[in-house]
């Protein structure tokens, strides 16, 4: 069965200052992988998927995040952090059984300090 | 735009009251989910339903069942609430069964059950 590691529960950056969250996957086949965010008050907002092909990943917002096989890997990036960033960031890996599911991680709380 | 209404945002209830969350989405979508979040654990599905009076289990369906009697509406019952079914609740949909469909969320309903 497929599962995902977030290992930071909180993280506080300065804005401004760069920023990656990790995000570990365990999947037997090549996996289906995606962030959310969930802004306070607010449902999921899908920020970028990966499938195949390149593995660096432009989303929406100025994230990136880049898929890495060897590391079963799939951390979220940006240069620059807003104030308006922080929320909650949730990988997901998307397996290929009845449904397609999608199985969540536990979530990383990103603080911005101004 | 896209849009997932929840009946309700916050939610206080007895324990072994029976409990109804409405889901509707206005997208036509063929699916449509019921996730718990819960701190550190991330998203946990429910239920899933990928037609109308179609509906499959998902990772915690113990405690719960779901009622899909038309396309748009997508419901969640607590036969008898319990205290460990105090948590957010999460509706999404989804328009086809792609496991690269993006699913889209409401805003969540907070259920407190005393």
């Known amino acids: 069965a497929q599962s995902v590691t977030q290992p930071d529960i909180h993280i506080t950056v300065s804005e401004g200052a760069s920023l990656e969250l990790r995000c570990n996957y365990s999947?037997?086949?090549?996996?289906?992988l995606f962030w959310y965010v969930q802004s306070p008050g607010q449902g999921l907002q899908l920020l970028l998927k990966?499938?195949?092909?390149?593995?660096l990943v432009q989303g929406i917002k100025g994230f990136e995040a880049e898929f890495k096989r060897s590391q079963s890997s799939f951390n979220l990036r940006k240069p620059s952090v807003h104030w308006s960033d922080a929320a909650e960031y949730f990988c997901?890996?998307?397996?290929?059984?009845?449904?397609?599911?999608?199985?969540f991680g536990g979530g990383t709380r990103l603080m911005v300090k101004p | 735009d896209v849009k997932v209404t929840q009946s309700s945002r916050y939610l206080v209830k007895r324990t072994g009251e029976k409990v109804f969350l409405e889901c509707v989405q206005d997208?036509?979508?063929?699916?449509m989910f019921w996730y718990r979040q819960d701190p550190g654990l991330g998203l946990r599905l429910i239920y899933f339903?990928?037609?109308?009076?179609?509906?499959e289990k998902g990772d915690i369906p113990e405690g719960y069942s779901v009622s899909r009697e038309k396309k748009e509406r997508f419901s969640l019952i607590l036969e008898s609430a319990s205290t460990n079914q105090t948590s957010m609740y999460l509706c999404?949909?989804?328009?086809?069964?792609?496991?690269?469909?993006?699913?889209?969320f409401g805003p969540g309903t907070r259920l407190t059950v005393l």
């Open positions: 999947y037997g086949a090549t996996p289906y």
């Open positions: 339903s990928y037609d109308v009076k179609m509906k």
């Open positions: 990966y499938f195949s092909g390149d593995t």
């Open positions: 999404a949909s989804r328009a086809g069964t792609g496991i690269g469909d993006e699913q889209f």
């Open positions: 997901a890996v998307g397996a290929r059984n009845a449904g397609n599911m999608l199985t």
């Open positions: 997208m036509d979508h063929e699916n």
